[in-house]
Structure formats: structure tokens, C-alpha cells
């Protein structure tokens, strides 16, 4: 790719950049919880292990706002996230039998809803039910309701359905696949978490108001979109995964890599404009709604700039491969040093 495309520069981010200051605690800590569960070994040159410490940064840059103890509840969440899509996402020999993987997706589904556990159950059975516990003594009344319908919409209207496309080798046209990874990605229910986060719920008027719904849509999007820039490598050219926007540029639209890369990050740029419309037309809410719609607006900017912020330093995206010059410099620096 033309060393000229520099993904730093091409992405129009209008918020300042900001990480939690108790990040390296954070991640500490929440590395003991997963090796208290049995998710990880507790080895340090487990593979494992330095996959997980390249992913977990991600909550300490999109939630730099929260306490410690709010940021490692709704951090657990981002993990649960990561440690169920690690049973079958990064084995794509296993994707032909998606009812083995709904399986597994209804079990931790049905935990989160607060299933009792099974006997014997498992690490990630335990992870879940930790997870559940801690969001349920910090959840505002009315989040498990919205959350757990965005979680089951993001397993079995999303995720199941993508895997169902990747299966058949199916490319979706863009605005098909725009919308069914906007649910795959997962956003939404951590678009809901940015309340706990806060500690500042939402009145009921203010989330239903269609410019705060559709700030909140616009940022799953980016979150969703520019995601699949970073991670191309790892899903289409190592994983063969058709669900990829970089991907689906290129076959629909007959682009070479830089050119559907270089449009997947004006797509994602077009959303950050509409979402700066957006706000500058927020009307003015009641006195005693202001610092939750504040707190609210300010969560999802700190995803979309936080997501981009962590996947241009984390290791999880660095490859001598890349097609991204920033992420091959970036894994060359690591090796020399």
C-alpha cells in the first residue's frame, strides 16, 4: 500500500484525545479476574495471555470518564465480549456448524439474563456470571431490559448471521452489510453501558428523543466500521471472513486495498460529520436532564475517538504484514527494540 495513506491523519477525530488515568491498574486487575475464572493461565508468555493484554487497553481509552469500579464493570462487559467471540470467531474450521455456535451463544445469553449456573460449569460460564453480577449492582432501573435485547440482537440477528454469510462466501452489497454490522459488532449493548460508566442514566424522554437515538446510531456505526479497517488483515487475508467493509468495497466496488480502505475511512468520516450536525441541533433539555445527556454525548465521542486511539497503539492490530504502513512500522519497532 502506498506509504503516502497514513491512517493517524486520515481520520477526521474533533475530540481531544484522553485515556483513564488507573488504566495500568485496570488492566491488572482485570487480568486477575479472567485467571481467578480459568480464562487465562496467569503465564505471561502464554499466547493467550498477550492476546488478551493487547485487547483489554481498549476500556481505559473509551471509558477514561468512569471510576475505577465503574470502569471495571462495564470493562468486564467489552472482555465478555472478547472471550465469547474467541470460542469460534478465530477458529473459521468450526463456522460450518453454527448450531454448535448458537449453542454456545444461548448459554452465555441465558446467564446474562440470570440463569443459574449448570453443574460443573466452565471459565466462561463463571466469567459470565461475575459479569452479570457486578452490571446488576450498578445498573440504573430499566438497563437490563435495553441491554440484554441489544446483547441477543448482536448473537443471533448479528453475529450468527454474519457467520452464516462467511460460511456460504457471501458478499453482502454496502448498505446490507452496513446494517447487519452495525448488530454484529457488538455496540450497541456497550453504547448502553456508557451509563454505568457515567453514573448518570438517561431519563426515559431523553433516550427516546430521535437526535439522541440517532447520535447513538451513528456511533455504533463508526465504532463498527472503523474497526473493520484495522482488523482487515486478521479477518479477510489470514481468516478469509467476508464480513469486512474493506472487503466489501473491493468486490462490490472493484477497489485495490488503499482505495476501499482509503473510502471505508471516508465512510467512517462521513459519520463523524453527521454526528457533529447532530449535536449542534440537540435541543435544550431540562436543567435536571443536562449532565446525563453531557455525560451521554461525551461516552459515545470517547468510543468513537477512543477506538480509533487504541487500535492505532495496540498490539492486537501490529503485523509485519499489514497492509497499513503505521501497523507494520509499529510491529518492526517492537521487534528491533
Not at 449492582?137 to 437490563?144: I, R, T
Not at 449535536?279 to 436532564?289: D, G, N
Request: a negative charge.
Amino acid at each position: 500500500m502506498d506509504e503516502g495513506f497514513k491512517l493517524r491523519s486520515a481520520f477526521a477525530l474533533p475530540w481531544s484525545f484522553a485515556l483513564h488515568s488507573q488504566a495500568g491498574r485496570h488492566a491488572l486487575e482485570s487480568e486477575e479476574r479472567a485467571v481467578a475464572c480459568g480464562l487465562l493461565t496467569g503465564d505471561a508468555n502464554d499466547p493467550d495471555t498477550e492476546r488478551f493484554r493487547a485487547f483489554v487497553p481498549l476500556d481505559a481509552h473509551v471509558y477514561p470518564y468512569a471510576s475505577l469500579t465503574a470502569l471495571g464493570v462495564v470493562g468486564s462487559f467489552n472482555q465478555w465480549l472478547y472471550f465469547l467471540d474467541d470460542q469460534y470467531d478465530d477458529h473459521p474450521e468450526t463456522h460450518s456448524d453454527l448450531e454448535r455456535i448458537r449453542g454456545i451463544m444461548q448459554q452465555g445469553y441465558d446467564l446474562l439474563c440470570g440463569m443459574p449456573m449448570p453443574d460443573g460449569a466452565g471459565p466462561f460460564v463463571r466469567f459470565t456470571r461475575d459479569v452479570r453480577r457486578d452490571l446488576e449492582a450498578l445498573a440504573p432501573l430499566g438497563f437490563f431490559e435495553r441491554f440484554l435485547t441489544n446483547v441477543r440482537q448482536y448473537l443471533f440477528d448479528g453475529t450468527l448471521v454474519g457467520l452464516g454469510h462467511w460460511v456460504r462466501r457471501e458478499t453482502l452489497c454496502l448498505d446490507e452489510y452496513v446494517a447487519l454490522r452495525s448488530l454484529d459488532s457488538g455496540v450497541y449493548p456497550v453504547v448502553d453501558c456508557i451509563e454505568i460508566a457515567s453514573g448518570l442514566p438517561l431519563a426515559p424522554e431523553v433516550r427516546q428523543h430521535p437526535l439522541i437515538a440517532a447520535m447513538g446510531d451513528l456511533a455504533v456505526r463508526h465504532v463498527a466500521l472503523a474497526n473493520d479497517i484495522f482488523s482487515y488483515e486478521k479477518e479477510v487475508l489470514i481468516n478469509g471472513s467476508t464480513m469486512n467493509l474493506v472487503h466489501v468495497l473491493r468486490e462490490r466496488e472493484g477497489l485495490s486495498v488503499e482505495g476501499a480502505a482509503m473510502q471505508a475511512v471516508n465512510l467512517v468520516n462521513d459519520l463523524t460529520r453527521a454526528f457533529v450536525r447532530a449535536e449542534q441541533t440537540l435541543p435544550p433539555f431540562r436543567p435536571a436532564w443536562r449532565d446525563a445527556v453531557d455525560a451521554y454525548i461525551t461516552g459515545l465521542k470517547t468510543w468513537m475517538r477512543g477506538n480509533v486511539d487504541f487500535s492505532l497503539s495496540s498490539r492486537r492490530f501490529r503485523s509485519g504484514a499489514s497492509p497499513f504502513a503505521e501497523l507494520r512500522e509499529a510491529e518492526e519497532a517492537l521487534l528491533s527494540a
